[in-house]
Antibody
Framework: EVQLVESGGGLVQPGRSLRLSCTASGFTFGDYAMSWVRQAPGKGLEWVGFIRSKTYGGTTEYAASVKGRFTISRDDSESIAYLQMDSLKTEDTAVYYC?????????????WGQGTLVTVSS | DIQMTQSPSSLSASIGDRVSFTCQASQDIGNYLSWYQKKPGKAPKLLIFDASNLKTGVPSNFRGSGSGTDFTFTISSLQPEDIATYYCQQYSHLPTFGGGTKVEIK
């Protein structure tokens, strides 16, 4: 059974950093691209970014709203994806979901974690 | 960025009704479109990918159609467990989601 478990959320002040983790099980983690998607309170879904599998270079892409502040990485030996969030803003407050991508070419999200809440506030 | 516009933003229907709503892309996305179901406090669930392919295990009560810029999602017979917000998402370019259609019981 595919499982994705996020951790690392919490309350953080504007301008500070936070790192989220996504621990995967039930599939060969290294074969898949992984994305992060967020949902701000009362708002819709917003794709944050993704990381390709090492087969495709392990490179990353980001939404314009987080580019230059957020960094996605992966540890295939531990089946963990990370989201490093720097220079956080109040508008980054959201539930952050880790997702498995259908393929490196098709960023449709076939499995989701339960989400972790990040609150950016002074 | 490709903009995705869903309509209506909400609808109310009776149990057993056939329910349909649409998603329009700001440019041609081929069939690179997915539909998700989102319930409060729960993670979204992928229902349909590539515009019309049902994910394994998803009830056949759900159907997606369309290509290019215009897409439709249909629930053939609304059930109480279908109450949720439904989002479309394109992946022809970097992913973007529609604003959602909230389905309620009349």
């Amino acid at each position: 059974e595919v499982q994705l478990v996020e951790s690392g959320g919490g309350l953080v002040q504007p301008g500070r950093s936070l790192r989220l983790s996504c621990t995967a099980s039930g599939f060969t983690f290294g074969d898949y691209a992984m994305s992060w998607v967020r949902q701000a309170p009362g708002k819709g879904l917003e794709w944050v970014g993704f990381i390709r599998s090492k087969t495709y270079g392990g490179t990353t892409e980001y939404a314009a709203s987080v580019k230059g502040r957020f960094t996605i990485s992966r540890d295939d030996s531990e089946s963990i994806a990370y989201l490093q969030m720097d220079s956080l803003k109040t508008e980054d407050t959201a539930v952050y979901y880790c997702t498995r991508d259908l393929s490196v070419w098709e960023l449709s999200f076939d499995y989701w974690g339960q989400g972790t809440l990040v609150t950016v506030s002074s | 960025d490709i903009q995705m516009t869903q309509s209506p933003s909400s609808l109310s229907a009776s149990i057993g009704d056939r329910v349909s709503f649409t998603c329009q892309a700001s440019q041609d996305i081929g069939n690179y479109l997915s539909w998700y179901q989102k319930k409060p406090g729960k993670a979204p669930k992928l229902l349909i990918f590539d515009a019309s392919n049902l994910k394994t295990g998803v009830p056949s009560n759900f159907r997606g159609s369309g290509s290019g810029t215009d897409f439709t999602f249909t629930i053939s017979s609304l059930q109480p467990e279908d109450i949720a917000t439904y989002y479309c998402q394109q992946y022809s370019h970097l992913p973007t989601f529609g604003g959602g259609t909230k389905v309620e019981i009349k």
